[in-house]
């Protein structure tokens, strides 16, 4: 969080987790600053007095001012107060406000317009050093009648700084910010905390005004004469009190009506009787997926709350002003999102990496690889200074991402910055050569391959370019046919299984495709394709002592498949004429293997897919455990006014109907009808571009790992 100059207050909160157990969130009293660069002081207590003293390193906090941590003490849990300070224009709106301005909160499950009136001074102040907790007094004001500003403003409880999701700042020219005078001053009770809002009313307070009354009509204004337009996002209540997102497609008067109606593309799916796919009564007035369209008069829409943008005059929602480098955003990895949470937090429009500037190829990849996978989080940040280029990722771009489910352009503009060539901030590049930028130079990681040949000969990749021949396959393959052609035509294997495997599909450049369709297979068994491996014979299913490339494409030996064999099954398979030409080579073997163990089966499972269509990157990402847990990223899905002056808005949508698909078998798959298949599954097979594989039990052992090192 960027702010115009540095608090002169000795305040500070933690925005780390500190090793002496001092939690994130707390706010310190500053006494002194050691040589070291550790701060020392008094921890605040929830209700503003001090309570202990502690030590804490000065890179784990964040300063602030008096004022600020008055605000902030008012806020429960300490994590919600991060939560605000990430949010920063709306809380320097917030720390700004002044009388009658106007602002928004969330009361009694609704969004309800308030006037600013008091600032209260909340708790006691039983010795030097404690500070009052600060909250507002605010009152209600009813928009549905606007046109009568004398009607009798609704007392209200005293909110909290986090209450106010919106600030609509006054427009008259005398704005006389927020003071407190002190409590001797004002003969002030203490007022107690208010967690869950209840019936506190202002006037048993026993608190005097410390405002001047004014006409308040300007402020009111803006906010009530929200007026939308086409591509507009709005929230409506549902009958059955659910909220519905969706864009306004068309504005007007339908048949039948006599007042104006916005015409919603919604979200998702939503199963009613009203919706359509824009067809309203007879007449058709736009055109989207079935059951996603609903109509409903306009006064009943309002501003998406999920994305707490300003309002222009016109209430057009303009996209989030948050810096490109957010203080608050700790360096420490912020985990994956689990299952649970990625439909509440990642689904809709406004969600996930926003696109600008050619950047879909660097959106689609680096969503893929941070979305639900930490195969690639490990970093060495010894070799990255605080301000270095992985950390710049890791907390403009991972942690934000999965805390909040959204990134703005601003901040992938400040990474791409930083990656050493300016071509990365204005031109599109294959992602391959961003992924080997990404991992090497930024993440430092080693190469997540590590291949051998038969001649003993070591290499190191971080992806795998697919190379086969068309003739070696079928019409439509899956990737585990074409990695192990691809691998065993090169006389290559895997010397130890990869915690990430990034296969690239088989093109000739962006446009021409091999092949029409690949299947993403959802398990990659790499047991055959692993060095020093155990093995089972293709024929009878014992231990196998060789392999034979030469059999690989025989068409009386299920082609494509890979062919070992016992001793014995090998002897009598090459007896045949036609194959006594073949040259099996001697497995490297684990010793001490009896013939007959049964052979372990090392597999990887698929996490995401990037797609290409028209130089256009997206991706499909597969989140958690469940099958049909799967999610479509575009950062470039939609857009909001013109090139010059607009901007991208990001879209991500569930798409289980993918593996509906991919759960087939190999022979229903092979007869499927894939013209009768949803547009994302049809994407899916005809655009995949890359597939990105991880080892699960390598990343199950991780976390456990650093549970341990943790406790």
Same mark, same amino acid.
């Given at each position: 969080?960027?702010?115009?100059?540095?608090?002169?207050?000795?305040?500070?909160?933690?925005?780390?987790?500190?090793?002496?157990?001092?939690?994130?969130?707390?706010?310190?009293?500053?006494?002194?600053?050691?040589?070291?660069?550790?701060?020392?002081?008094?921890?605040?207590?929830?209700?503003?007095?001090?309570?202990?003293?502690?030590?804490?390193?000065?890179?784990?906090?964040?300063?602030?001012?008096?004022?600020?941590?008055?605000?902030?003490?008012?806020?429960?849990?300490?994590?919600?107060?991060?939560?605000?300070?990430?949010?920063?224009?709306?809380?320097?709106?917030?720390?700004?406000?002044?009388?009658?301005?106007?602002?928004?909160?969330?009361?009694?499950?609704?969004?309800?317009?308030?006037?600013?009136?008091?600032?209260?001074?909340?708790?006691?102040?039983?010795?030097?050093?404690?500070?009052?907790?600060?909250?507002?007094?605010?009152?209600?004001?009813?928009?549905?009648?606007?046109?009568?500003? *004398?009607? $009798?403003?609704? =007392? !209200?409880?005293?909110? /909290?700084?986090?209450?106010?999701?919106? &600030?609509?700042? +006054?427009?008259?020219?005398?704005?006389?910010?927020?003071?407190?005078?002190?409590?001797?001053?004002?003969?002030?009770?203490?007022?107690?905390?208010?967690?869950?809002?209840? *019936?506190? $009313?202002?006037? =048993? !307070?026993?608190?005097? /005004?410390?405002?001047?009354?004014?006409? &308040?009509?300007? +402020?009111?204004?803006?906010?009530?004469?929200?007026?939308?337009?086409?591509?507009?996002?709005?929230?409506?209540?549902?009958?059955?009190?659910?909220?519905?997102?969706?864009?306004?497609?068309?504005?007007?008067?339908?048949?039948?009506?006599?007042?104006?109606?916005?015409?919603?593309?919604?979200? +998702?799916?939503?199963?009613?009787?009203?919706?359509?796919?824009?067809?309203?009564?007879?007449?058709?007035?736009?055109?989207?997926?079935?059951?996603?369209?609903?109509?409903?008069?306009?006064?009943?829409?309002?501003?998406?709350?999920?994305?707490?943008?300003?309002?222009?005059?016109?209430?057009?929602?303009?996209?989030?002003?948050?810096?490109?480098?957010?203080?608050?955003?700790?360096?420490?990895?912020?985990?994956?999102?689990?299952?649970?949470?990625?439909?509440?937090?990642?689904?809709?429009?406004?969600?996930?990496?926003?696109?600008?500037?050619?950047?879909?190829?660097?959106?689609?990849?680096?969503?893929?690889?941070?979305?639900?996978?930490?195969?690639?989080?490990?970093?060495?940040?010894?070799?990255?200074?605080?301000?270095?280029?992985?950390?710049?990722?890791?907390?403009?771009?991972?942690?934000?991402?999965?805390?909040?489910?959204?990134?703005?352009?601003?901040?992938?503009?400040?990474?791409?910055?930083?990656?050493?060539?300016?071509?990365?901030?204005?031109?599109?590049?294959?992602?391959?050569?961003?992924?080997?930028?990404?991992?090497?130079?930024?993440?430092?990681?080693?190469?997540?391959?590590?291949?051998?040949?038969?001649?003993?000969?070591?290499?190191?990749?971080?992806?795998?370019?697919?190379?086969?021949?068309?003739?070696?396959?079928?019409?439509?393959?899956?990737?585990?046919?074409?990695?192990?052609?691809?691998?065993?035509?090169?006389?290559?294997?895997?010397?130890?299984?990869?915690?990430?495997?990034?296969?690239?599909?088989?093109?000739?450049?962006?446009?021409?495709?091999?092949?029409?369709?690949?299947?993403?297979?959802?398990?990659?068994?790499?047991?055959?394709?692993?060095?020093?491996?155990?093995?089972?014979?293709?024929?009878?299913?014992?231990?196998?002592?060789?392999?034979?490339?030469?059999?690989?494409?025989?068409?009386?030996?299920?082609?494509?498949?890979?062919?070992?064999?016992?001793?014995?099954?090998?002897?009598?398979?090459?007896?045949?004429?036609?194959?006594?030409?073949?040259?099996?080579?001697?497995?490297?073997?684990?010793?001490?293997?009896?013939?007959?163990?049964?052979?372990?089966?090392?597999?990887?499972?698929?996490?995401?897919?990037?797609?290409?269509?028209?130089?256009?990157?997206?991706?499909?990402?597969?989140?958690?455990?469940?099958?049909?847990?799967?999610?479509?990223?575009?950062?470039?899905?939609?857009?909001?006014?013109?090139?010059?002056?607009?901007?991208?808005?990001?879209?991500?949508?569930?798409?289980?109907?993918?593996?509906?698909?991919?759960?087939?078998?190999?022979?229903?798959?092979?007869?499927?009808?894939?013209?009768?298949?949803?547009?994302?599954?049809?994407?899916?097979?005809?655009?995949?571009?890359?597939?990105?594989?991880?080892?699960?039990?390598?990343?199950?052992?991780?976390?456990?790992?650093?549970?341990?090192?943790?406790?």
């Amino acid at each position: 969080m960027e702010q115009k100059e540095e608090p002169t207050e000795g305040y500070f909160i933690v925005i780390r987790r500190s090793k002496k157990g001092f939690s994130r969130g707390s706010i310190w009293r500053k006494d002194a600053e050691t040589p070291e660069g550790d701060l020392i002081g008094m921890i605040y207590g929830g209700s503003g007095s001090l309570k202990s003293s502690g030590r804490v390193k000065k890179l784990d906090t964040y300063p602030l001012s008096q004022h600020q941590a008055q605000l902030l003490l008012f806020v429960s849990p300490a994590g919600r107060r991060l939560d605000l300070l990430c949010h920063v224009q709306l809380f320097g709106a917030i720390c700004d406000l002044a009388e009658d301005d106007v602002v928004v909160v969330k009361y009694k499950k609704d969004f309800q317009p308030c006037l600013v009136k008091n600032l209260m001074e909340v708790g006691k102040k039983d010795k030097i050093g404690d500070l009052h907790m600060l909250g507002f007094e605010l009152e209600l004001l009813d928009t549905a009648e606007q046109d009568s500003l *004398s009607k $009798k403003a609704v =007392s !209200l409880p005293v909110f /909290s700084a986090v209450d106010i999701v919106q &600030v609509v700042p +006054s427009h008259l020219n005398s704005r006389q910010p927020l003071r407190v005078n002190s409590a001797a001053d004002l003969n002030r009770n203490a007022v107690t905390r208010i967690n869950s809002l209840p *019936s506190y $009313k202002s006037h =048993s !307070l026993k608190i005097g /005004s410390i405002f001047r009354k004014q006409d &308040v009509s300007n +402020s009111i204004q803006v906010l009530s004469d929200c007026s939308f337009e086409v591509g507009s996002m709005v929230e409506v209540m549902s009958d059955n009190g659910m909220t519905i997102y969706g864009v306004i497609r068309w504005i007007g008067v339908p048949e039948g009506k006599k007042n104006d109606w916005a015409g919603l593309e919604l979200d +998702s799916e939503f199963i009613s009787s009203d919706n359509s796919d824009g067809m309203f009564g007879t007449k058709r007035y736009f055109t989207c997926k079935g059951n996603t369209a609903l109509f409903v008069p306009l006064n009943r829409c309002k501003p998406d709350c999920r994305f707490q943008f300003n309002l222009s005059l016109n209430g057009i929602p303009k996209p989030p002003e948050t810096h490109s480098v957010t203080s608050l955003e700790d360096s420490d990895n912020v985990p994956p999102l689990g299952e649970p949470e990625i439909l509440s937090r990642l689904v809709g429009r406004m969600r996930g990496i926003q696109g600008h500037l050619n950047s879909c190829y660097l959106d689609a990849t680096l969503f893929s690889l941070f979305t639900s996978s930490s195969a690639c989080d490990g970093v060495n940040t010894s070799a990255d200074s605080e301000e270095g280029i992985s950390h710049i990722l890791r907390r403009d771009i991972v942690n934000p991402l999965r805390r909040s489910g959204f990134v703005p352009a601003e901040s992938v503009m400040n990474f791409r910055k930083q990656l050493g060539c300016k071509s990365f901030t204005t031109e599109e590049k294959d992602p391959e050569e961003f992924i080997a930028i990404l991992l090497k130079d930024v993440l430092h990681l080693e190469p997540l391959l590590k291949f051998r040949s038969h001649g003993e000969l070591s290499q190191d990749a971080y992806t795998h370019q697919i190379i086969v021949e068309k003739k070696q396959v079928g019409v439509l393959p899956s990737v585990q046919q074409l990695l192990e052609i691809s691998l065993v035509s090169s006389d290559l294997k895997f010397e130890e299984i990869p915690s990430c495997l990034i296969v690239q599909m088989p093109r000739f450049g962006k446009k021409f495709k091999m092949f029409s369709k690949i299947i993403p297979s959802t398990e990659l068994d790499i047991t055959d394709v692993l060095h020093f491996s155990s093995r089972q014979c293709f024929l009878c299913g014992r231990l196998a002592d060789y392999e034979c490339p030469h059999c690989l494409m025989d068409h009386k030996l299920q082609p494509g498949r890979i062919k070992q064999y016992c001793s014995t099954c090998n002897t009598q398979v090459h007896i045949h004429p036609s194959r006594q030409e073949h040259a099996p080579h001697k497995l490297i073997l684990p010793d001490h293997v009896p013939a007959d163990a049964p052979v372990q089966r090392k597999t990887m499972q698929l996490f995401a897919v990037l797609c290409i269509n028209t130089s256009h990157y997206v991706s499909f990402v597969k989140y958690g455990p469940d099958p049909r847990s799967w999610i479509f990223f575009d950062s470039m899905a939609d857009r909001y006014g013109d090139d010059n002056n607009g901007y991208n808005i990001p879209v991500i949508r569930a798409c289980p109907e993918v593996a509906d698909f991919l759960s087939q078998s190999e022979e229903e798959l092979a007869t499927a009808n894939l013209s009768q298949c949803t547009d994302l599954v049809q994407r899916l097979l005809g655009d995949a571009y890359m597939c990105l594989y991880q080892n699960t039990e390598s990343q199950l052992a991780s976390s456990m790992s650093t549970d341990v090192s943790i406790t």
